[in-house]
């Protein structure tokens, strides 16, 4: 569908993230280059970006024609309709929908910080989170400067 993609990380202030732009960054380019292996004829040139700001701006300095965004389940549907409308409005950029594959389709990033969290194993997580994250995860885990460690220590905790 298209001759380059960017797959953009930004950053939502609704939704406090458990992992620093730089670490989201590294992450995300190791798993497109996992996936796309070295020999990937056909396929569209792919890059991995951060940015800061509105998605649209993101998406016009970059030469964008659309955004594509992913559809877990009817939930998402109102929410991400109001949001492409909006960009079309705003900034004339189209968005475009996948629907994801049903092993994620009531995956999200609020439910995997909070199994972890509170102390679940992210190894349980497999089927949904790559081994790449999973390892993240479990350092974030185990390392006492970090809150997610101190939280699953917390006895307080509930």
Do not use: H, W
């Not at 458990?18 to 670490?23: A, N, P, R, T, V």
């Not at 998406?59 to 549907?77: E, F, L, M, Q, Y």
């Not at 390892?135 to 917390?154: M, V």
């Amino acid at each position: 569908m298209f001759d380059k993609v960017v797959v953009a990380i930004g950053n939502n202030p609704e939704k406090p993230a458990l992992f620093s732009f730089k670490e989201r960054l590294e992450m995300l380019q190791t798993l497109v280059e996992q996936l796309l292996g070295d020999d990937a004829p056909g396929l569209a040139e792919v890059s991995v970006q951060s940015y800061e700001g509105l998605t649209v701006d993101f998406a016009r300095k970059v030469g964008a024609c659309a955004i594509i965004r992913g559809i877990r389940n009817v939930s998402d549907v109102a929410d991400e309709c109001q949001l492409a409308i909006t960009n079309r409005q705003v900034a004339g950029i189209e968005t475009i929908f996948i629907v994801t594959g049903e092993a994620y389709a009531y995956t999200s990033s609020s439910l995997i910080k909070q199994i972890t969290a509170l102390g679940g194993k992210p190894q349980q997580l497999s089927a949904i989170v790559p081994d790449l994250v999973i390892d993240a995860l479990i350092r974030k885990q185990t390392d006492p400067n970090q809150p997610l460690s101190r939280l699953i220590n917390d006895p307080l905790a509930e």
